[in-house]
């Protein structure tokens, strides 16, 4: 089917959190704004349930498809689209709502997926920061998809000096299990200034458009803000790049 259709592979890459807050939208956005800078393209989708004004995938990235998981009539129209798309990767932010909710849905929405006929690969982007939950929920989902996907594990450093819950010495059973059966490649995200961060937010802009001065909000645009957001994407693009195996098609 992928001869007749021309269907050229394409990855999947979605993030796996069942907890809120832990940045899994901010590394998504940078791992956008990474896509973009390699010779590969990337079809955005903001799957977030909660329609949220400020810091989601649609208001970074106005070209991103709005499309809510745990809908019905989303596997279709996704799937539509991506049947539609040249792009090389599919990028899926999924949010963190009701993860109780979210793992049956993802099951029947990896089933129709991988029914499609297109080739796909499947990365789930796993981000942790120092709250052991964020850890928890990461290994939950490890435990539903098993080897059917690769696996990134993103320590997400809010704060200088205070380890990522993956480090937490409670879940090392856990979390040696998880590394033995699925060899996750590990990155980390480094710290960055709370305002930078929290203007970021509220404005919808991303490091790119700080870096680049592509933003009219005269905070931003300091030189200590661009040169602030320049190191830091700078630094996340070494990161993907070192994890490009399971990021590319």
Known sequence: MNAALDLKPKRVVFPIAGKGGVGKTTVMATLAEWYAST?????????????????????????????????SWTYDKLLGISLESSADVILADLGAAQGHRMIPWFRDFYKVMQESGLDLRWTAIGVVDADIA???????WGAELQNTVDYVIVHNHFQDGVASSWDNPKLEPDVTAFREVFSPVEIRMDAR???????MRTMNVTLGDVGDRKTNVPELRAPDMTLRARTYRFRAFSQFTEARKVLLP
Do not use: W
């Not at 977030?48 to 998981?69: I, M, R, T, V």
């Open 39 to 71: 010779a590969y393209t990337a079809e955005l989708f903001d799957m977030d349930p909660d329609n949220k004004a400020e810091g989601c995938f649609k208001a970074l990235f106005s070209k991103a498809h709005k499309l809510p998981a745990l809908e």
């Open 134 to 140: 964020s850890a928890r929920s990461v290994i939950e």
């Open 193 to 199: 200034r709370p305002d930078l961060q929290r203007m």
